[in-house]
């Protein structure tokens, strides 16, 4: 299991850099053998769900509870259940697959997108990276009125996009 830093940025969005030195992204070559879960939880706050969300116990923080969360990729089975559960939307779930990427993202707005929409992607930042298209909406009871997203685009941005911008369709 990967322990990441425990001290990392306080305020702000993570950057790749960062996300990568805390061992809590997935590298390209993973992504591009299997769906891989990318955890960007850097700030040592004390929430749990992630962990506890997991059926196949693939998440630890453990005590104190303001530890980072650990991901055991060998457990995890990117069912996507911890997605909604997360209350700091900082779980996806991303594939490569050839020239085409996919992820699926916490969405907590309104109104929903359909599978079909023309969207655009954006990073940590909310800046915009690439267009997009959504490919599935999952809005099942158990994940408490998150939806969790599926959208595809360019693979060459996978590192860089956590979800899509809101706004009009
Ligand atoms: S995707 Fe599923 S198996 Fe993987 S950590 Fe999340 S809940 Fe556990
Ligand atoms: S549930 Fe989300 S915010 Fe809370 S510790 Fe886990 S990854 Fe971080």
Redesign the pocket.
Same mark, same amino acid.
């Given at each position: 299991m990967n322990v990441p830093e425990r001290t990392l940025k306080t305020k702000g969005a993570p950057s790749l850099g960062e996300l990568e030195a805390a061992g809590m992204l997935p590298g390209l070559e993973d992504l591009k053998a299997r769906a891989c =879960?990318c955890i960007e939880c850097v700030e040592e706050i004390p929430c749990n769900p992630?962990e506890t969300?997991?059926?196949?116990g693939? *998440?630890r923080v453990g005590s104190p509870i303001t530890n980072l969360p650990a =991901?055991d990729r060998d457990?995890?089975?990117?069912?996507?259940?911890?997605?909604p559960a997360c209350p700091g939307i900082a779980?996806t *779930?991303k594939r490569v697959e050839g020239e085409k990427a996919t992820i699926r993202f916490p969405w907590e707005y309104l109104p929903r997108p359909e599978a079909g929409d023309e969207v655009r992607m954006v990073d940590r930042l909310g800046r915009v990276v690439c267009p997009g298209r959504v490919t599935g909406v999952n809005e099942a009871a158990r994940n408490d009125r998150t939806a969790v997203v599926t959208a595809e685009f360019a693979s060459e941005h996978v590192l860089s996009v956590v979800s899509m911008q809101r706004g009009p369709r």
């Open positions: =879960l992630c969300s997991c059926p196949r693939a *998440i =991901l457990k995890c089975t990117a069912c996507g259940l911890c997605i779980i *779930i």
